[in-house]
């Protein structure tokens, strides 16, 4: 969808009662993440790939292991992989909202069950979701110290920390710092472009830099809200929080790209003058850590 029109839609909720925008904002929600399950799951699978590698090179197996992912998203794609393909033994799944879709929960089980011959024993009420994914949702980790639990070996998060206040993400990490038992690894896979990018080719994918905080304010809502977050901010944030960060990795732009010629047009704002170029243009995060 047009980035233009999404954003109409966003700012015409975001004007609703609160109760009533969240509502109204769900089902549309629900209605095309259903319909693009599919695609969704071939997004997670190149994800989960490079999420492997990562834990691969750092010597971690999770045979046997609880992760902790946060942000569940619309389906337990990401948990699926874990447990069926890397044989985890269970996942605990915490969101901020109650994304998860029955029928898309359906689809995704129907869909490893045709492509994997892998059978979900579905043993919950609500969703379809065999018995060790815990799923969590409406719980602010900003904001809680009660966990469903405390022995973990990986907190996963896949395209949500760039979703997430830098306030908050310092709490969150604070409070998986205090209450989860020491020691266990951290993998985030962080996207700090522009999202508006991916729908209009025309806009760069650092467009959101010149704005200031204000006009930044103006131009999105708490229904698509990015942090604007550089990578320096995030590391930050990690080692405040008492993390230590064992590998890092990050896409950079050619200077000889499209994108890197869309960079060069954009005057940024002075907020993000302090920065150095490959700070700033650091797309496709993904940072693992750990805490002793
Ligand atoms: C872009 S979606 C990604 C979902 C999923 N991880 C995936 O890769 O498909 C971002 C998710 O993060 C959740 N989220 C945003 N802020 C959060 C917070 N403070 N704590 C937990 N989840 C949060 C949103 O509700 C949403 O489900």
Not at 208 to 213: G, M, Q, T
Not at 229 to 253: A, K, N, W
Request: hydrophobic residues 35%.
């Amino acid at each position: 969808m047009n980035h233009k029109i999404k954003s109409l839609i966003f700012k015409s909720l975001d004007i609703l009662p609160n109760k009533m925008g969240y509502g109204v904002y769900h089902q549309i929600q629900k209605f095309l993440n259903r319909n693009s399950i599919h695609h969704k799951i071939k997004t997670n699978d190149r994800s989960f790939k490079e999420a492997l590698n990562i834990l691969a090179e750092a010597n971690i197996d999770l045979t046997d292991k609880t992760i902790f992912e946060l942000g569940s998203g619309w389906a337990p794609i990401i948990p699926y992989y874990f447990l069926y393909f890397q044989n985890a033994s269970k996942v605990v799944t915490y969101d901020i909202n109650e994304h998860y879709d029955v029928k898309a929960i359906a689809k995704l089980n129907a869909y490893f069950k045709d492509e994997f011959q892998i059978e979900v024993a579905t043993a919950q009420k609500k969703y379809q979701l065999p018995k060790n994914v815990a799923y969590f949702p409406n719980v602010n980790l900003a904001a809680t110290n009660s966990l469903a639990t405390n022995a973990v070996d990986l907190v996963f998060s896949r395209f949500v920390l760039e979703h997430i206040p830098p306030k908050e993400l310092l709490e969150i990490h604070k409070n998986l710092a205090k209450n989860l038992q020491k020691p266990f690894h951290v993998l985030h896979m962080i996207s700090p472009s522009d999202h508006r990018a991916y729908d209009d080719k025309s806009l760069s994918y650092y467009d959101f830099l010149k704005y200031s905080a204000d006009e930044w304010k103006q131009q999105h809502t708490k229904f698509d809200y990015h942090n604007r977050l550089r990578l320096p901010d995030y590391i930050r944030i990690f080692q405040e929080s008492g993390f230590e960060v064992v590998s890092l990795s990050y896409d950079t732009c050619e200077k000889d790209s499209e994108k890197y010629r869309k960079f060069k047009e954009l005057t940024l704002h002075k907020d993000f003058e302090h920065y150095t170029e490959e700070e700033v243009l650091a797309g496709s995060i993904n940072v693992l850590l750990k805490i002793r």
